[in-house]
């Protein structure tokens, strides 16, 4: 009888080439199983920590299960996030992943530690903030669950991000009322329309990139928005949007409302932005999601429910919306000043 069946065979050794990367030789499924070696960047403490980890994740029953690995199944990830997700959502995943990779590319699902995790999230510092390290970090965790429900792995790590304390974003800066209208002014028509989108419907830039013809309804005076997480919603057409709407509508009768010229939805709009800025002389630093802000400003301003802005726009709590009250006191004091 064979007494090592279902032991978990493991060593630790220097990589011979690279210092301060340690060679784990690890066999998941016993002697009898595949064999795994698992490069690990630290000191040789936390190595040891390492394979401490992944000795007791291989305890338990055996399942079978594939190990490719982090790079191997990313492909087949993304598309099936495709399908669940909006196009800004995939974009930001896609970024997410690429950074990913070049730290856990190479290593199986099963190898990754808190102690890798930690040394990924001390490493991004040295070039980005918390918040986008934190966007990264769920790309990492529901790529992992997934992974888990494939059976490309029998456990996953437990992913740690940094406290909303560090991550907490600063109230967004919005742009005034004259500096908008001389923006939109100064962009070319059919592409001005999807400014009038952001500023007097509130969507957002994918949301109003992705708006076609059979989304508007004219004599309802609304529009069928599809945002985050595929949920619809209904936006009403302000008097401002009318004109606009009626006006593209005559000129495409199918199919996207805005396009480039292959066809495909118009997200890129920041080049856009920072063309018209300078030929109108705005100084103002505007971005698509700022017009956004602009409009949850205006309406909180106009004495609009914050259940009904929330709704509008489309915000999964009321907590986001509430955002605006702190903006529009900001705006208010402002015109207060002038009287």
């Not at 002697?31 to 795994?36: A, I, L, P, Q, T």
């Not at 059976?151 to 005034?176: A, G, H, M």
């Not at 401002?240 to 010229?261: M, S």
């Amino acid at each position: 009888m064979d007494n090592t069946k279902g032991k978990c065979e493991m060593s630790i050794r220097p990589h011979p080439k690279d210092p301060g990367i340690w060679i784990i030789d690890y066999r998941p499924n016993g002697r009898k199983g595949k064999r795994v070696r698992v490069p690990f960047l630290g000191t040789q403490e936390e190595a040891t920590q390492a394979e401490h980890d992944l000795r007791i994740r291989a305890k338990g029953d055996r399942e079978i299960f594939l190990y490719p690995k982090v790079s191997e199944v990313i492909p087949e990830y993304m598309q099936w996030y495709c399908l669940d997700h909006q196009p800004g959502g995939t974009e930001r995943t896609n970024r997410s992943i690429k950074h990913l990779l070049r730290y856990f590319g190479s290593y199986q699902f099963t190898s990754i530690t808190e102690q890798m995790i930690e040394y990924y999230k001390r490493d991004r510092l040295k070039d980005v903030k918390p918040t986008t390290i934190n966007k990264e970090l769920a790309a990492l965790s529901k790529l992992c669950k997934w992974a888990r429900k494939k059976r490309y792995c029998k456990d996953i790590p437990t992913v740690e991000r940094f406290p909303e304390k560090l991550t907490k974003s600063p109230f967004p800066q919005v742009p005034d009322q004259d500096d908008i209208e001389k923006l939109i002014a100064a962009i070319p028509w059919p592409k001005q329309g999807i400014f009038y989108c952001l500023y007097y419907g509130g969507l957002r830039k994918h949301e109003a990139g992705g708006l076609t013809v059979e989304m508007v309804n004219m004599s309802q005076k609304t529009m069928t928005i599809r945002g985050k997480g595929n949920k619809q919603r209904i936006v009403p057409i302000l008097k401002y949007l009318e004109p606009i709407l009626e006006r593209r509508l005559q000129e495409v009768k199918t199919g996207l409302l805005w396009a480039t010229q292959s066809g495909r939805p118009l997200y890129d709009l920041r080049g856009t932005i920072m063309w018209a800025s300078k030929r109108a002389g705005i100084k103002t630093h505007i971005t698509p999601h700022s017009l956004r802000h602009a409009f949850g400003v205006r309406a909180v301003m106009a004495g609009i429910h914050l259940r009904t802005i929330q709704l509008i726009l489309g915000h999964s709590s009321s907590k986001v919306t509430e955002l605006y009250t702190h903006l529009a006191a900001g705006q208010i004091a402002e015109e207060m000043e002038r009287f």
